[in-house]
């Protein structure tokens, strides 16, 4: 069979709730090419990260499986990293440069002296070129995440999955760090899996744009988007228009059922 390169078959993700199980997401099937760019876009609390966690193989689903090239993700695995959403993803006894280099001597078994000017460049590229010497704590929020976004781009693995990475940034670092992403992109072709709230993100780095809704946790529709890599077509404005009323429909059915 030819299948694609990461295939997300009926996952369901419960958590247990006291004496009952919450179920988190359900029934998600995904076909995702190689090189493709998936999106995920949905209003809080509809699974994405719990999504992003299981294809990384931290997180056993209930239901269903996720396979890499046909085979079952059980673990994680050398093709896939993550940019959590969490702020506090670095080692905090490594300086800056340490964090991103170290991790390439580790993953690319580079040279100590290869790696760190790799680092070093990947470094001035997310806007951290004065800091390589601070360690962690000395750095703000959105500090900490650009260097897990330099260490994900340093790794270059075959899937990379994002997890609202830029949503701590500034307006006018977010548009950078978007237009490094399409370069990366590019230069690579690899998959790529983001997670965002911005529809306007989700149509400028997206070659699919997956909605999901809530309660529970599903996909409500996948849009192909041939508006990528650009910014403001006037003939993006109907997509974005389905993807507004699609999410604020789920925000009023989640509500009514409360
Ligand atoms: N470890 C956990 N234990 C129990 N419940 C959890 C756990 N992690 C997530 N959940 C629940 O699962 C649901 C989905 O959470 P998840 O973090 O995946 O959502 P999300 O779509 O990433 O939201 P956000 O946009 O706010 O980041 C939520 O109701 C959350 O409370
Ligand atoms: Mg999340």
């Not at 959403?85 to 490594?94: S, T």
């Not at 609202?164 to 940034?169: K, M």
């Given at each position: 069979m030819n299948e694609a390169s990461l295939c997300l078959d009926g996952v369901g993700i419960r958590y247990r709730l006291g004496a009952s199980d919450f179920?988190?997401?359900?029934n998600v099937s995904l076909e995702i090419k190689s090189g493709e760019r998936v999106m995920l876009l949905g209003?809080?609390?509809?699974g994405k990260s719990s999504l992003l966690k299981v294809i990384a193989g931290f997180q056993k689903p209930a239901t269903g499986e996720v396979r890499s090239n046909g085979r079952k993700i059980t673990e994680p695995g050398p093709d896939r990293f993550v940019v959590f959403?969490?702020?506090?993803?670095?080692?905090?006894?490594?300086t800056v440069l340490g964090n991103v280099a170290d991790c390439i001597r580790l993953t690319r078994k580079l040279p100590r002296a290869e790696a760190a000017s790799r680092a070093a460049k990947i470094l001035d590229m997310v806007g951290l070129a004065g800091y390589f010497d601070f360690y962690p704590h000395t750095l703000s929020g959105g500090m900490k995440q650009r260097v897990a976004i330099a260490r994900a781009w340093s790794v270059d693995p075959a899937i990379l999955l994002m997890d609202?990475?830029?949503?701590?940034?500034d307006a006018q670092t977010r548009a950078s760090l978007q237009d490094e992403t399409v370069k990366i992109w590019r230069e690579a072709r690899r998959t790529l899996i983001f997670v965002t709230h911005s529809i306007d993100e989700a149509l400028y780095l997206g070659d699919k744009i997956v909605v999901m809704g809530r309660?529970?946790?599903?996909?409500l529709r996948i849009f192909d988007n041939p508006?990528?890599?650009?910014?403001?077509?006037?003939?993006s404005a109907e997509l974005r228009h389905q993807i507004r009323a699609l999410l604020a429909g789920n925000q009023v059915a989640a509500e009514e059922m409360r």
């Open positions: 179920v988190a997401v359900e209003p809080s609390g509809c959403q969490e702020f506090d993803q670095l080692f905090p006894w490594k609202e990475p830029f949503a701590a940034l309660s529970p946790g599903r996909v508006f990528a890599e650009t910014r403001d077509q006037p003939e």
